[in-house]
């Protein structure tokens, strides 16, 4: 019949009682290593699954992360202890809850329990280095006040905190006294191995105490190295689902009465911790990698070497990480230079569109050139030559001749002043240099019929000055009609017409060497206002200079800017890709 590890050690406790040999407590049957695991993680209170995972990521700044560790699922029982820690976190292990307590119990004289003061322990003691044999005692004293209605009191040693409960603990030298006004102390309860009667030889226990609990046989007595009291009461549960304990009995209790003080002290050490599952809680990690560690250790807190853990990595927020601010100025730089080609490719696009517009009103304006040209053109030529034979014809009276004279002078009038208009209409002309050999040819033409002497001072003007049929329109106009005013009012011998391009500005200036006026008190007509008007219509001005008899200047200044036509093939080039 297999024999359980619980018999192996009240054998091997007879033995060393009737031997007399000390058996340390650390030397208690081990446990079969039983399997333990991590059985959840949450994160900011959402479950993770851990199914096959030995490194999991929190994300950046979780707020708490809660560990559940206990049995595993296919383990045949629970671990007996266990501790658990966070390394790169935590400095120690933890341990769950675990409290052993030495009490004082009150009773009354019918013996009912009337009260009780305890002193709970738990974790390990300060002088706990792993074994019972190295280990050092801590000594204690608490003072107690005797309730009401006591009579006397029993002195309990339990490991009935939570029953999950395990470990050691081992009570020395312990001794109440009732504490007096003056004079000694009163010593109501001694050490229990100071006596001389040294066990019960009924329950092999000191005398006036006795075992109880769920499992009485894991309260012990404990052989103490030489330089110590050589015996002391333990308990060394090993049993999460149960408790031992020590305690005096009745017959022995020491009397006393309400309100004395008693004075407690002892000499104790102690390791516990519990066997069942539970949690571990942290908050707000600092980004790095830690590694949660669940061990199972002995009752006595020695590891068995089984145990379980799993990787956490906390990133770190993206505005900690080195690279972050370094993409977001690239990311920056990358969209201001993304909104600069966007608006200069939208600019582009509109300037292609301004210039595709001007191009297409430019073929309208050359067709409605040739068509003028070629159709209402020849349509007058056709009514001045006919009007021309028509007064050739035998038997016209001379009023009609005079009249078919007049219709085809109207006619060549008619058909100069369309050419004019044909040339205005024609995109081909609009440059400087086109309206410079125009002025030069209509002020020659305006003199010659005039039989006026005519200078004229216009050296070669660019072609890449582009010029708007409505500037070239005004200008011509009132270039015309200030040789028409010199023609008819200056009585001068000689006009001097000069055109300068200096500086995006270009200068027109009509001198005469008439009669002159006085540009103070003589009121301008029509025809000098309408060339100011003109002029101002297109952004540029119109001064007049003269005295009486010394003959007239005219100077008009309008701005014309020279334009790139290779910059248009790159516009038009850039917008199309």
């Known amino acids: 019949m297999p024999v359980s590890p619980r018999t192996i050690f009240l054998i091997l406790y007879a033995l060393q009682f009737c031997s007399g040999v000390t058996v340390a407590a650390t030397h208690l049957p081990a446990r079969r290593p039983t399997d333990i695991e991590i059985q959840s993680v949450a994160i900011n209170g959402k479950s993770i699954p851990l199914s096959g995972k030995s490194k999991i990521n929190s ?11 206990g049995q595993a699922t296919n383990a045949m029982r629970a671990p007996t202890r266990v501790r658990y820690k966070l390394e790169g976190y935590d400095s120690a ?55 009401p209605k006591s009579a006397n009191f029993w002195f309990v040693m339990s490991s009935a905190g939570p029953p999950q409960t395990v470990g050691i603990y081992v009570v020395d030298h312990l001794v109440v006294s009732k504490l007096v006004d003056s004079g000694p102390a009163s010593v109501l309860l001694q050490a229990a191995f100071d006596r001389s009667t040294q066990y019960d030889p009924t329950n092999q226990a000191p005398l006036g105490w006795t075992r109880d609990g769920i499992h009485p046989s894991m309260a012990k007595i404990i052989d103490l190295e030489p330089d110590r009291t050589a015996k002391a ?47 571990a809680h942290y908050e707000k990690l600092a980004p790095g990698e830690y590694q949660f560690r669940v061990a199972e250790v002995s009752a006595l807190g020695a590891l068995t070497g089984n145990e379980a853990s799993i990787i956490i990595k906390v990133p770190a927020p993206l505005w900690e990480v080195p690279w972050f601010w370094a993409a977001l100025v690239a990311f920056f730089v990358a969209a201001l230079l993304g909104i600069s080609r966007y608006a200069s490719w939208r600019e582009m696009r509109q300037e292609l569109a301004r210039i595709e517009g001007q191009r297409a009103l430019e073929r309208e304006r050359l067709r409605i050139a040739h068509d003028i040209h070629d159709d209402l053109g020849a349509r007058l030529t056709q009514i001045s030559l006919a009007s021309a034979m028509a007064q050739d014809s035998p038997g016209l009276s001379s009023s009609a001749r005079s009249e078919f004279d007049r219709i085809s002078q109207m006619a060549r009038d008619t058909v100069s002043a369309l050419y004019e208009t044909v040339w205005a209409v024609n995109p081909e002309n609009d440059n400087l240099d086109a309206l410079g050999n125009y002025l030069c040819q209509m002020v020659h033409q305006l003199c010659e019929q005039a039989k006026l002497a005519c200078r004229l001072r216009v050296p070669e003007l660019p072609r890449d000055v582009q010029v708007a049929s409505q500037l070239r329109h005004n200008v011509i106009l009132a270039v015309k009609e200030g040789i028409n005013n010199i023609i008819k009012h200056a009585s001068a011998s000689e006009v001097v017409f000069q055109v300068t391009f200096e500086r995006d500005a270009l200068m027109i200036s009509i001198y005469d060497n008439g009669s002159g006026f006085d540009t103070g008190h003589r009121i301008m007509g029509n025809g000098l206002g309408n060339m100011k008007l003109r002029l101002e219509a297109i952004g540029g001005r119109c001064n007049i200079e003269s005295s009486a008899g010394k003959g007239t200047t005219i100077l008009m200044h309008v701005t014309a800017r020279p334009t790139d036509s290779h910059a248009e093939k790159h516009v038009s080039r850039e917008a199309s890709i």
């Open 59 to 69: 994300g950046a700044t979780p707020q708490n992360i809660t560990f559940t560790f």
């Open 233 to 279: 009461l333990a308990i060394v549960d090993d049993d999460p689902e149960g408790h031992a304990e020590w305690h005096t009995i009745r017959e022995h209790a020491p009397a006393v009465s309400p309100g004395e003080r008693l004075d407690v002290e002892w000499n104790e050490v102690f390791t516990m911790g519990v066997g069942n599952g539970h949690e």
């Open 93 to 147: 292990w933890h341990e769950g809850g675990g409290e052993m307590f030495i009490m004082l119990r009150f009773y009354n004289e019918a013996g009912d329990a009337i009260g009780q003061k305890g002193f709970p322990v738990n974790g390990e003691s300060a002088g706990w280095s792993g074994d019972l044999k190295s280990s050092t005692f801590s000594h204690r004293r608490e003072t107690v006040v005797v309730p």
